[in-house]
């Protein structure tokens, strides 16, 4: 190699690791921005009103105030809210990503009229804001249906697809699996379902984690929805609880961070254990059309 190409190659390293650098520097300062909220809620949870008034403030409790999610707990019903919470979330979660998984094989490998048109209307209802619907649905659910102060004008929705981007993320997945293998089934003596299950299934789990990874957090977070549709105390979820929570307590910010932290745990641990599938999934969503 000559001195001029060496030279250059060198350059154009030296710019590679500057641009790496520049990029790590980044990426820590925007994990910074999202996880240090995170903290500060954490750390208001452990301190006492008087410190968490303090300036300049406080980074580290000087004493960790455990005692604060114990005196929380006797007003935040957390055990209650987070049972009915479950109820709403667990039938969802599964309604949703099995009727997901059939209408993504449908839109995949199936032939029937209309097709295009239909994924067409799915993809595209994704663009309606939440509030276009929810007057109509609750004329439907309250006046029609007469279901009032119940949880199935949550939980059926999600039995008829589990909505419209998870239908969209399945069967952008199945796209990716060869149709060869359903050729080679089919040859065998295979059906439709029987393929579906044994071939497509297994090799869409990571999908399949995604949407119910999606549904979950959806739920948990869906304050709107379960005040409209949630009268009583008795089935009062998580979310309406840490609102009616905070209105109660005003200026005590130690026991509203401490109801908070136990809100949003759960949808943390869920998301870090399937963090990876929730990544693999998204990334390949769009591999193929």
């Known amino acids: 190699m000559k001195r001029g190409e060496k030279s250059i190659f060198k350059s154009r390293k030296r710019k590679e690791r500057i641009a790496s650098v520049i990029t790590f520097i980044v990426v820590v300062f925007m994990a910074f921005l999202v996880v240090f909220p995170i903290y500060w809620i954490f750390r208001t949870s452990l301190m006492s009103n008087a410190e968490i008034y303090k300036?300049?403030?406080i980074f580290i409790p000087n004493k960790f105030r455990i005692s604060n999610y114990v005196e929380?707990?006797?007003?935040?019903?957390f055990w209650k809210y987070f049972k009915n919470t479950m109820t709403i979330i667990v039938p969802s979660v599964i309604g949703g990503?099995?009727?997901?998984t059939l209408c993504g094989y449908a839109f995949a490998r199936l032939r029937f009229r209309g097709k295009k048109f239909i994924f067409s209307l799915c993809v595209g209802s994704m663009l309606l804001p939440n509030m276009v619907t929810l007057i109509p649905l609750y004329i439907m659910w309250t006046n029609g249906l007469k279901i009032v102060d119940s949880y199935l004008p949550i939980i059926l929705p999600y039995f008829t697809g589990?909505?419209?981007f998870s239908i969209f993320l399945i069967r952008q997945f199945i796209m990716t699996i060869p149709r060869e293998l359903d050729e080679a089934a089919t040859i065998d003596g295979a059906g439709k379902f029987r393929i579906l299950t044994n071939i497509i299934i297994p090799a869409i789990k990571p999908a399949m984690i995604v949407v119910a990874l999606l549904i979950f957090i959806g739920l948990w977070n869906d304050l709107?929805?379960?005040t409209v549709y949630i009268n009583s105390k008795e089935k009062t979820t998580i979310a309406?609880?840490?609102t009616n929570f905070r209105g109660a307590l005003k200026a005590d910010w130690s026991k509203t961070m401490a109801a908070t932290c136990m809100s949003f745990a759960p949808g943390v641990i869920f998301y870090i254990i399937g963090q990876k599938y929730f990544?693999?999934?998204i990334v390949m969503t769009g591999m193929k059309n």
């Open 55 to 57: 300036y300049p403030p």
């Open 72 to 77: 929380t707990l006797k007003v935040f019903e």
């Open 97 to 100: 990503t099995m009727t997901a």
């Open 162 to 164: 589990g909505g419209a």
């Open 224 to 226: 709107l929805q379960q």
């Open 240 to 242: 309406i609880g840490l």
């Open 279 to 281: 990544v693999e999934g």
